[in-house]
């Protein structure tokens, strides 16, 4: 079965530095974009970073030049480093991948979500 799993989150003050992995796991033939959103209480959910197999990553507007995403491939593992937190960054983030999975080809998945606290 394949599957994403996240780690990484927690509490931190306003101004510090959180990473938060992601790592697909399964029968995978393939990974194409894999990304990080987020959603806060009483707000929908929305997209952080998101970075293909090939070419430039893309960010939140709110995020840009604070996060940084990145992949491993050989570890089919993306990363989110997230610095100069504010406590406006609090939120449930998700894992996000389209992946090809060898039974069933391919589809997109979601992590279980960890969440991000900023204290000010």
């Known amino acids: 079965q394949v599957q994403l799993v996240e780690s990484g989150g927690g509490l931190v003050q306003a101004g510090g530095s959180l990473r938060l992995s992601c790592a697909a796991s399964?029968?995978?033939?393939?990974?194409?974009?894999m990304g990080w959103y987020r959603q806060a209480p009483g707000k929908q959910r929305e997209l952080v970073a998101l970075?293909?197999?090939?070419?430039?990553?893309r960010y939140a507007d709110s995020v840009k030049d604070r996060f940084i995403i990145s992949r491993d491939n050989a570890k089919n593992t993306v990363y989110l480093q997230m610095n100069s937190l504010k406590p406006d960054d609090t939120a449930v983030y998700y894992c996000?991948?389209?992946?090809?999975?060898?039974?069933?080809?391919?589809?997109?998945?979601w992590g279980q979500g960890t969440q991000v606290t900023v204290s000010s």
């Open positions: 399964g029968r995978i033939f393939s990974i194409d974009y």
């Open positions: 970075i293909p197999s090939s070419g430039s990553a």
């Open positions: 996000n991948a389209r992946m090809g999975d060898l039974t069933i080809g391919w589809s997109t998945y």
